[in-house]
């Protein structure tokens, strides 16, 4: 999996809300990915889609878990955009439609205009990000 972040150019974080937050396994992954943890920083200046996913109406603590912890030493870039999926079960039940007037459209809509971001920074950050993880070796751990 290590190799797969390194080659890959940006990365999508669908959370489950796990008792109010993250689960240990993804909190696992952020820290196996930080610096000095994976001979590097396979994240390192590639822009992130944070998802946050409730069985309920919560889903938000997933997002503000991941934005808040997991870029200092990864060095991840989070788009200033997310989305929260809420009733999951009911969201996964509608047919892809986002253009329709309803709040499981409207999640639809920020699902679509989030990846689209997310290929854009990509690309745009491609041509820069080996001279940023160089510049983050100066102060790997954001001091």
């Known amino acids: 999996m290590l190799s797969q972040l390194y080659a890959c150019d940006a ?3 669908i959370a489950p ?3 109010g937050m993250i ?3 993804l909190v696992n992954l952020l820290l196996l990915t930080a610096n000095g943890s994976a001979n590097g920083l396979p994240l390192g200046h590639k822009p992130a889609f944070a998802i946050g996913v409730s069985s309920s109406g919560g889903g938000s603590n997933p997002i503000s878990l991941l934005k808040g912890y997991a870029a200092k030493n990864s060095q991840l870039m989070w ?3 997310h989305a929260i999926i809420q009733n999951v079960d009911d969201f996964l039940a509608q047919a892809l ?3 329709l007037d309803n709040r499981f459209s409207q999640v639809q ?3 679509l205009v989030g ?3 997310l290929t854009i ?3 745009q950050l491609a041509s820069v990000r080996e001279e940023l993880v160089e510049l983050s070796k100066i102060h790997p751990f954001g001091q």
Request: glycine share 4%; aromatic share 12%.
């Open 109 to 111: 809509s920020r699902l």
């Open 17 to 19: 809300e796990w008792g």
């Open 115 to 117: 990846l689209k971001s």
């Open 11 to 13: 990365v999508v974080f």
């Open 79 to 81: 788009l200033p955009l």
């Open 97 to 99: 439609d986002p253009q």
């Open 121 to 123: 920074y990509a690309k």
């Open 23 to 25: 689960p240990p396994a």
